[in-house]
T-cell receptor
């Protein structure tokens, strides 16, 4: 069965600094990978996804993630964060060829300080 | 399209009471998921439907929990004889097909007192 590990429960960073949120997964088959963001008092929103093709995927608001099969990782990065990026970020994986049910990590709280 | 809708947004109930939550997925989405999220944790899978068929249930889903999706449209999640440990955010999500992302509703926050 698949599993997701988000090593950092909280990442504090100053505005305009770069940030990396780490995600590692475990699976015996090929996977689809997702990053979701949850702003305070809101539902989960898809940030970006890897289904196939280029291993580097980007979001419309400057985030990017790279699928690394050998490292079983899908780390999320942004070169310069804004106060408005403060939120909870969840990595998710679903296994191909099975039930495709997304399994989520415990989340990383990104706190951007002015 | 208005997205995934959940009702109610908040529910406070006394221990031992039954509660029912409703989820309206995005129209024409075949797959519907229920998750539970507690403070400081990610969403935990409870069950999912492919159209009207309930295809998988998590071991988290005790006998007190039941879910339905009549006619493959909206879904309900019922919790019987609620316990304090049932207090959580209950999330519903839908997706159009396998291998695509799930779209989440805003959740129903249950507090059992």
């Amino acid at each position: 069965a698949q599993s997701v590990t988000q090593l950092d429960s909280q990442v504090p960073v100053f505005e305009e600094a770069p940030v990396e949120l780490r995600c590692n997964y475990s699976s015996s088959v090929s996977v689809y990978l997702f990053w979701y963001v949850q702003y305070p008092n809101q539902g989960l929103q898809l940030l970006l996804k890897y289904l196939s093709g280029s291993t580097l995927v980007e979001s419309i608001n400057g985030f990017e993630a790279e699928f690394n099969k050998s490292q079983t990782s899908f780390h999320l990065r942004k070169p310069s964060v804004h106060i408005s990026d403060t939120a909870e970020y969840f990595c998710a994986v679903s296994e191909q060829g099975g039930s495709y049910i997304p399994t989520f990590g415990r989340g990383t709280s990104l706190i951007v300080h002015p | 399209d208005t997205g995934v809708s959940q009702d109610p947004r908040h529910k406070i109930t006394k221990r031992g009471q039954n509660v029912t939550f409703r989820c309206d997925p995005i129209s024409e989405h075949n797959r519907l998921y229920w998750y539970r999220q507690t403070l400081g944790q990610g969403p935990e899978f409870l069950t999912y439907f492919q159209n009207e068929a309930q295809l998988e249930k998590s071991r988290l889903l005790s006998d007190r929990f039941s879910a339905e999706r009549p006619k493959g449209s909206f879904s309900t999640l019922e919790i019987q004889r609620t316990e304090q440990g049932d207090s959580a955010m209950y999330l519903c999500a839908s997706s159009p097909e396998v291998g695509t992302e799930a779209f989440f509703g805003q959740g129903t926050r249950l507090t059992v007192v």
